[in-house]
């Protein structure tokens, strides 16, 4: 495995791409280059990657609109499929929760994590004819956000899920605990930031103290 490297403003874009960068690591290098340092994860990564492409840092600009503060805030009971998303008050709050859950026939509704990325687009577009059927949309479909930049930030997510799915996690005593060591190994080098079986076996007597008492 290959260690990752520190940042400088001459590093190759595809070296930058290898390896894993929290956020906050990810603003803190936007903040040094004179880069825009609110947004996603995503979106902070495109800004340091334009950077990286030979754009000058006075040409990056925040490609998400911040949305304005609206007043008064929609109830449940004035949300209907035709609301816009944009400009009247709509927002993924306990309102929008209770409009969703009674949209659904549910008693408790969790906002998704698409529901949240197609807000972001929306926003960061402007889209002012999107309303709340087209968040219904993304519900239904999940080639939605299978390949969003957004989503490729659950990374760890992703990780821990793949990690406990495969039967070798239930001999330890602390699995989360051991996701978390294969998860720095990987996620310090330059290989694929996902679970494989076999890190758990190249790295099996490192993890041995949590094995369950045979």
């Known amino acids: 495995m290959t260690k990752r490297p520190d940042f400088t403003q001459t590093m190759n874009p595809l070296v930058f ?10 603003r803190q290098i936007c903040l040094q280059q004179g880069l825009p340092t609110t947004g996603t994860k995503a979106e902070l990564t495109a800004y340091v990657l334009a950077l ?12 998400r609109k911040r949305r304005r503060k609206l007043s008064p805030k929609l109830t449940a009971e004035h949300i209907t499929l035709d609301t816009k998303l944009l400009n009247s008050g709509f927002a993924l709050n306990q309102e929008a929760r209770s409009f969703f859950a009674h949209y659904f026939g549910i008693q408790k509704f969790s906002f998704r994590k698409s529901m949240a990325i197609k807000m972001r687009t929306v926003e960061r577009l402007a889209d002012t ?16 956000t299978t390949k969003s930049a957004e989503e490729a930030t659950y990374q760890w997510n992703n990780f821990v899920k793949d990690f406990c799915n495969d039967p070798i ?6 699995p989360l605990k051991v996701a978390a060591i294969l998860w ?31």
């Open 129 to 144: 004819s999107a309303t709340v059927a087209d968040l219904i949309a993304v519900l239904a479909s999940t080639s939605a």
């Open 17 to 26: 791409k290898r390896f894993y960068w929290y956020q906050a690591e990810l």
């Open 52 to 63: 990286l492409n030979g754009q000058a840092p006075q040409d990056i600009h925040l490609v």
């Open 184 to 214: 720095q190994k990987v996620r310090d080098s330059d290989q694929p930031k996902s679970y494989r079986h076999a890190l758990v076996v190249k790295h099996a007597s490192e993890l041995s103290r949590f094995l369950k008492p045979s």
């Open 169 to 174: 996690s239930k001999l330890y005593t602390e």
